[in-house]
């Protein structure tokens, strides 16, 4: 086998997995049975079966799928298909126990490492590129950030450990609030990414006219202007939906936060703080993303316009993986992997500034576009349709550039995320836009 016979590919597979790995034991560890096994909000499943589910699909997709293995345990299969049970029903299932699923998921594990070491991987075009391996590792990283909502959703004294919080930044006094991204074609998606998964194909060319864009996240102080100004009471900046949403919800500031006489404060992994101004703001709906920027004048970018403004190089004339250039994240260009508990302020790293100028369009927080989750053109589902296909339509919308819980794997400039425009206990923020010349 060609492709297994790159070491070096081999070692960032293993590498990759064993990050994953890492986490998923940092979320689950330090976490007692009974807090494994419940369920602590009805948007979320107990831990304990996103565990399970990480080594059940690591099984289904490495060892059955593209090594052409019989399945360990075919009788707890339904248990962990995501499309067999509605979130809010897992509690009821009769799901391994804590011990058993960490005994499943470190044997699957052993298997995959041993197949790794093979000549040849099997199915060759889930081999390509380690594709079928890069996959495994993302889902196992974006199940540790459900994981992750799932601590902040969990009521009670923390248990996760605290990493250190990231250091302010330098500069930001120079920093103008908004960038200009220059009109013209540029190329969006991918083709050639190895581990891209199937949305975010084919490249294709998008024609963006130029735009304003702000420089970074909005901040949780530009945010409590809004607040201040009676911005959750007054329609005008609301659309029609998300007044509804807003009325039927009774939403009055991001989730988590709370009033203390002239006072924001927000509850965060357990620990209740006064909500830091200049961070950006976290655990918006989209609704209330636009109301904001209704509010200011504005509006929510568009997918294509956040890409270019993520990817495209104006000198050269081609799209990057990174606003930063090619090279792959470090901790000096982007707030990723769970390195904080927390988003960086704004203005932070100005080593992963784009082109245009804008920064933090990688990590810190997710950030709602305007556009619903359409395929590209030419899209192939490929190799599981339900990961995106059975999404694709008006009912949800994209959000794009990771957050402080995305792992670099599951990050780049064409990863595409989408959730409902109701949904806000995701580490969801935003930026704003307006049309305009420069
Ligand atoms: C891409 C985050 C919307 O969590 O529903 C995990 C990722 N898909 N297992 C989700 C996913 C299957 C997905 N999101
Ligand atoms: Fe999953």
């Known amino acids: 086998g060609s492709a297994a016979g790159a070491a070096g590919l081999t070692e960032l597979i293993a590498r990759s997995l064993e990050r994953a790995r890492d986490r998923t034991h940092g979320l689950t560890g330090p976490v007692e049975e009974p807090d494994l096994i419940r369920q602590h909000s009805p948007l979320m499943s107990p831990l304990v079966w996103d565990l399970a589910h990480i080594g059940n699909q690591e099984e289904l997709w490495l060892l059955r799928n593209l090594g052409g293995r019989e399945p360990m345990r075919p009788e707890i299969d339904p248990l962990y298909d995501a499309f067999e049970h509605p979130r809010a029903a897992r509690p009821t299932l009769p799901l391994l126990p804590p011990d058993e699923a960490r005994r499943y998921v470190h044997e699957v594990r052993g298997r995959v490492l041993d197949m790794l070491e093979q000549p040849r991987w099997g199915d060759e075009e889930l081999s390509r590129g380690g594709f079928a391996f890069g996959m495994v590792a993302q889902h196992e990283q974006q199940h540790d950030e459900t994981m992750l909502i799932t601590h902040q959703l969990r009521t009670g004294p923390p248990v996760l450990h605290r990493p250190p919080p990231p250091a302010p930044p330098a500069d930001t006094l120079s920093l103008a609030p908004e960038v200009f991204v220059p009109g013209g074609p540029f190329t969006m998606g991918t083709s050639t990414e190895a581990w891209a998964l199937d949305n975010e194909r084919p490249a294709h060319e998008v024609d963006v006219a130029g735009f304003w864009l702000d420089t970074t996240p909005v901040t949780n102080g530009a945010y409590m202007e809004f607040l201040a100004d009676g911005g959750y009471d007054d329609p005008r900046w609301w659309s029609e939906p998300g007044w509804a949403h807003r009325q039927k919800a009774d939403l009055v500031a991001p989730l988590y936060w709370s009033r203390e006489g002239e006072q924001w404060l927000r509850r965060r992994f357990g620990v209740v703080e006064p909500v830091p101004a200049a961070e950006p703001v976290v655990h918006v709906t989209y609704y209330e993303a636009e109301a904001y920027a209704a509010w200011k004048g504005r509006r929510l970018p568009t997918e294509a316009e956040w890409e270019k403004a993520a990817r ?127």
């Open 312 to 438: 495209h190089d104006p000198v050269s004339g081609r799209s990057r993986r990174y606003p930063w250039g090619d090279e792959d994240p470090l901790p000096r260009h982007a707030n990723l992997g769970q390195a904080h508990l927390q988003p960086s302020a704004a203005g932070s790293y100005p080593e992963g500034e784009a082109p245009s100028g804008a920064r933090q369009l990688i990590g810190d927080v997710w950030e709602w576009v305007s556009s619903d989750f359409l395929p590209y053109p030419g899209f192939v589902a490929w190799p599981y349709r339900e990961y995106s296909e059975v999404f694709f339509g008006p009912d949800y919308k994209v959000l794009r550039g990771g957050s402080f819980a995305v792992d670099p794997v599951a990050c780049r400039g064409t990863f595409r995320n989408w959730d409902y425009p109701i949904r806000r206990q995701i580490f969801s923020g935003f930026r704003t836009a307006r049309d305009g010349v420069l």
